[in-house]
């Protein structure tokens, strides 16, 4: 076994990948059969991280009953599965940032609360899924961020070191997971934040505003 290295890990939504657009769509659509009233997507965005449940809750209220809300969720999903990837993108200068760490032999991946069944196709529509080293995904393991496990399984796929990566993300849960798998941590402030969240408070090493201060980030842990 070679020695194992550091990588740089990234959460998806809101810190890889833009995907506001598509899941904002998606519960529009949702309104729209319920004959309810459209979302800005600025009503929506901050909401985006924190998934399925929370968009629904946005859409419909949080007074639902457990079925209504499952039936609503279920929903939802299956709208979002025909949009998954119409207008989601890499957040400017993530692929040049990607493409330097390959340069240089350094290995990055994804660990998301995202389901599979969105999260593969995703990565595979904008042709990252043979670039990564590792995706773990929300149903990959039965654990899930803010747990460390999701953190540590992509670190066994990728032969890395935890204690030497990195991990990106733009949500409280994200920061919490990477503390607790000893990695140094950075939230994207591009993310998908609500107007109450303080994310100085979340414990993160670095906040970083762009692809560029990311990159310096990699320089100065040593990956880059």
Known sequence: MTEKLGGLLFDLDGTLI??????????????????????????????????????????????????????LIKRYLDCYAQCVAEESKLFTGMDALLQRLEDRGTAWGVITNKPARFAVPLMQQLDLSKRCSSLVCGDSMALRKPHASPLMLACSHANLAAEKSVYVGDADRDIAAGIAANMRTVVMQWGYFGADEDTASWGADWHCADADALWRVCEQTGLA
Do not use: Q
């Not at 998606?26 to 449940?53: C, D, F, Q, T, Y």
């Open 18 to 71: 833009d995907t506001a657009t598509d899941m904002g769509e998606a519960l529009n659509r949702l309104l729209r059969e319920e004959r309810k009233p459209a979302l800005s997507a600025a009503s929506i965005r901050p909401h985006v991280s924190h998934g399925s449940k929370a968009l629904v809750a946005l859409g419909f209220g949080d007074k639902l009953s457990r079925d209504l809300e499952a039936e």
